[in-house]
T-cell receptor, first 112, second 109 residues
């Protein structure tokens, strides 16, 4: 298995809703990432988990809450989002230290 | 501050018309330069990693090269299915990639 699987593929949520994005990989990668990508812009790093511990938080607002239950799973919990948070949310994984990133297909999030 | 600049922003090619994309970078210490292809609404797909000046890698119609200040992605005899946004990224710290804005390539049959 050489894929990163993200669910759901599309999500529409209200500003008072709570939702979660899920990411799964079975390549034995020990680093997992969340990126945010706005239309016609490059991906921007949000969080990095290394060996199931949060190692990088790029000053992301607390309405985004990451979780890494085990080495294969990564969640992003969403609460009280704003319309400007609408974007493509990408999960990625890599061997240690960031070589060989593999990205998932993303979750297209729309906040209404 | 690390900077990655890609040019041109957009490139329209006729099928079979070879061309090159540029990625110039200013970083404190390069630990790898990466090329990705991204189709609309999809995640980036890994193409190449280059680590040192003079290094070259090829895959089908694509060839990536690296100098001390820039990288080129050469597309030889492109086909319509090569249409995509090509992203360049540099790694200067563990785990962190800094992406350029991308070059959107459109190949007409």
């Amino acid at each position: 298995d050489t894929e990163v699987t993200q669910t759901p593929k599309h999500l529409v949520m209200g500003m008072t809703n709570k939702k979660s994005l899920k990411c799964e990989q079975h390549m034995g990668h020990r680093a997992m990432y969340w990126y945010k990508q706005k239309a016609k812009k490059p991906p921007e790093l949000m969080f990095v988990y290394s060996y199931e511990k949060l190692s990088i938080n790029e000053s992301v607002p607390s309405r985004f809450s990451p979780e890494c239950p085990n080495s294969s799973l990564l969640n992003l919990h969403l609460h009280a989002l704003q319309p400007e948070d609408s974007a493509l949310y990408l999960c990625a994984s890599s061997q240690d230290r960031g070589d060989g990133y593999t990205f998932g297909s993303g979750t297209r999030l729309t906040v209404v | 501050e690390d900077q990655v600049t890609q040019s041109p922003e957009a490139l329209r090619l006729q099928e079979g018309e070879s061309s090159s994309l540029n990625c110039s970078y200013t970083v404190s210490g390069l630990r790898g330069l990466f090329w990705y292809r991204q189709d609309p609404g999809k995640g980036p797909e890994f193409l190449f990693t280059l680590y040192s000046a003079g290094e070259e890698k090829e895959k089908e119609r694509l060839k990536a090269t690296l100098t001390k200040k820039e990288s080129f992605l050469h597309i030889t005899a492109p086909k319509p299915e090569d249409s995509a946004t090509y992203l360049c990224a540099v790694r200067t710290h563990d785990y962190k990639l800094s992406f350029g804005a991308g070059t959107t390539v459109t190949v007409r049959a």
